[in-house]
């Protein structure tokens, strides 16, 4: 929504719907806008009713060529209040916004509840002679600029992302709309309001701020009448992103008037002094499975019926968004309410999909979002509830704030995953990607470093032998020792057992599949990636069709593809869902698949001939799945690139029930992960 102003509209947004509202301002620097609160705005919107906006010159308000100075953006400001804020409401500056706020809140008082002052500043001093030695190279190098004033604003270590969002942000408004702005704001000092200020503030200071000294904090906190002062050690200027959490929690808690004294927040490279015992002996475990492919729940839910075998008395809830929800409740399984508050992961992978295409890093990536939206989640349940043990498998989410914020450790917490490291798709150490690869592996294998005592176990749901036998990246660890260093090794692990399939001919009449005819299956996991790969294969059979007598061909497109875009033909039979798919799995006679883990490594247990085809720019199909199967010899890898239809329907012709001669499939894995597990309680 806008606030029309005499020359610029000014964007504002309303989230949520309680009682209670909440203002978030941005800095009124014009490199950046409101998405800055967008780790803040999710959580804070299940509680408040949150208000933030667009100062002129930046976001989706307009960028005047004047109209930079301190009167006119205050009344941009006081606008939209009037327009969007239901008094009395609280209100939460940012940098420079809080000498905008300083003025609102004395003008004002009756209209705020509460006052909370991120890394505030009460006058913006700039470098002098500004036009002849400041402005210039502004002018010059302004991304050079922006890069020098994120870094200085993150020095946290890894603070990649944060720093690439506001360069990112910055650019979208212009070199002139800034040096406008900082002619104004050189100007504006709001020291004498301060003590002023009558109600109940909350001041935010890094002790490692370089755009706002620290000291600049401490003083507004003496100033301010009452006012309660919260340091972190060690945190620099952008606390809203580097210290999401605790950001999101000490508004909560001073808005909802809980106890919020004065104090230092301890650096997150301290390690925490003790892990608490478990606080309840009636053994209930928290689950949290990623909805990123539905293996993940698959094998979660048989660890859980396993756990439970050797603990008849463990309750297990999961935490799982949709579509493992779906697969919680169709095996019975108990799904803790406030998975409905959880954002969709894997609605966000499916937006970065293309044909037969998914850069799974950069979604992961940019995924940043929803990993705090979700992570609060969980820490408010483990805050309202009692768990024995937490696991996440590949629960990023968890995983990441956890290690940034080991204070709130409660409970024994264990990892699952099924590969270990990121791996750029161009080993180009001077791309984007490769630099963003390497610092995410950095940061993974500092945060095991500096806090060893967070997770309890670290499981790999594999052998030694499936992580690769390569660098992370340059001058960091070798990834198998460093993986033999700390995890355990289950074993693959199996939500079935494969012996109940041994009857096939019981098990194709059971699934409808005639004994005198022979199936090939296509199944692409649903999404859009693979749309591609189920025409192809159809093209391919229909031109093979000859060669392939008795032979039907099954197109398992899920819910999300429309079967009229695939072509027809008599034998061809397009199913929008299978339910339980590896038992189909078990009983055709060859299946085309893409390169994902769960449904190749299941093809594999059951020895069916199959054909797989690695998504484009997937790191894990393209490096770490295909090293499992080369190692058993399983499958046929195939380009999709590269295989033309013609060629897909010889390799049809070539492979449709041919035995297979790979290696055995180990079992037992799932019994291992669990006793493992078990052994935490």
């Known amino acids: 929504m806008y606030v029309p102003r005499p020359d610029a509209r000014i964007f504002y947004q309303v989230t949520g719907s309680a009682t209670r509202d909440v203002v978030l301002l941005p800095p009124c620097y014009p490199i950046v806008h409101g998405r800055m609160w967008k780790l803040q705005v999710p959580y804070l919107a299940r509680r408040f009713r949150v ?13 005047p060529a004047l109209g930079y100075d301190f009167d006119t953006v205050y009344g941009d400001l006081s606008a939209v209040l009037e327009a969007a804020a239901r008094p009395p409401f609280a209100l939460v500056g940012y940098s420079c916004s809080n000498m905008l706020a300083v003025r609102y809140v004395t003008e004002h008082p009756d209209r705020v509840s509460h006052f909370v002052m991120l890394s505030p500043e009460y006058s913006q001093p700039i470098p002098e002679p500004f036009d002849e030695k400041f402005a210039p190279p502004i002018l010059r190098d302004y991304d050079g600029y922006l890069r020098r004033f994120y870094t200085a604003m ?74 309660r002062f919260v340091t972190f050690a060690e945190g620099g200027h952008g606390l809203p992103g580097r210290e999401a959490v605790k950001i999101n ?48 729940i698959q094998r979660d839910v048989a660890i859980a019926k396993a756990l439970r075998a050797q603990y008849p008395e463990v309750t297990v809830d999961f935490l799982a968004a949709d579509p493992a929800d779906r697969v ?80 709130l450790k409660r409970a024994p917490y264990v990892f699952l995953t099924d590969f270990i490291g990121v791996l750029p798709m161009r080993d180009d150490p001077t791309s984007t990607e490769y630099r963003r690869a390497w610092e995410k592996n950095a940061e993974n ?19 030694e032998a499936d992580v690769l036998d390569r660098e992370f990246g340059a001058e960091l660890p070798n990834m198998r020792q460093w993986a033999r260093e700390h995890f355990q090794f289950s074993g693959y692990t199996y939500h079935f057992d494969r012996a109940a399939y041994r009857d096939r001919a019981a098990l194709r009449r059971r699934l409808g599949y005639r004994a005198d005819e022979r199936v090939i299956l296509v199944s692409v996991g649903g999404t859009r990636a693979g749309r591609h790969l189920l025409r192809k294969s159809a093209e391919a059979f229909a031109a093979a069709a000859a060669r392939l007598p008795d032979t039907r061909l099954v197109l398992v497109a899920g819910p999300r593809l429309d079967p009229r875009d695939l072509p027809s033909h008599p034998r061809i039979e397009v199913r929008p869902f299978v339910p339980d798919l590896y038992e189909h799995h078990a009983a055709v006679d060859l299946a085309i698949v893409q390169g994902g883990l ?14 797989y085809f690695p998504l484009r720019n997937h790191f894990e199909q393209q490096h770490f799945v295909a090293r499992r199967l080369e190692r058993l010899g399983a499958g046929v890898r195939m380009d999709f690139d590269q295989t033309s239809v013609e060629a897909l329907g010889a390799a049809m012709v070539t492979h449709l029930g041919r035995p297979v001669h790979h290696a055995e499939v180990p079992e037992g894995g799932t019994a291992r992960a669990a006793s493992l597990i078990a052994a935490l309680l």
């Open 598 to 611: 769960s449904t190749t490594m299941e093809l594999a247990a059951f020895r069916t001939p199959f054909l």
């Open 249 to 296: 929690h000490l508004i909560r808690d001073f808005v909802l008037d809980r106890p919020v004294e004065s104090h230092t927040v301890p650096p997150t490279t301290e390690r925490p002094t003790a892990r608490p015992p478990a606080r309840t002996r009636r053994r209930r475990v928290l689950f949290l499975s990623s909805p990123i492919g539905l293996g993940h």
């Open 445 to 463: 294998i500092d945060h095991l470093r500096l806090h060893p005592d967070v997770r309890d176990l670290s499981i790999m749901v594999g052998d």
């Open 154 to 227: 993150y020095p946290e270590p890894h603070s990649l992302k944060a720093i690439e969002d506001g360069i990112a942000w910055g650019r979208e408004t212009t070199p002139q709309t800034l040096i406008e702005a900082m002619r104004e704001i050189r100007k504006d000092d709001v020291r004498d309001r301060l003590a002023k200020v009558a109600v109940p503030t909350l001041v935010v200071h890094g002790t490692r701020d370089r755009i706002v000294p620290y000291k600049v904090g401490a003083e507004i906190a003496e100033t301010i009448p009452a006012a």
């Open 51 to 63: 208000v933030t906006l667009d100062f002129r010159g930046n976001g989706r308000s307009d960028r």
């Open 328 to 407: 919680v409740r169709h095996l019975g399984e108990r799904l803790h309410p406030a998975t409905r508050l959880l954002h969709n992961e894997s609605a966000h992978f499916e937006s970065w999909t293309a044909d037969h295409e998914l850069h799974a890093f950069n979604a992961l990536w940019d995924m940043d979002e929803i990993m705090a939206a979700n992570f609060m989640v969980f820490a408010d349940v483990v805050e309202a509830e009692e768990y024995d043990l937490w696991i996440g498998d590949e629960g990023w989410d968890l995983d990441y704030y956890l290690h940034e914020n080991p204070d």
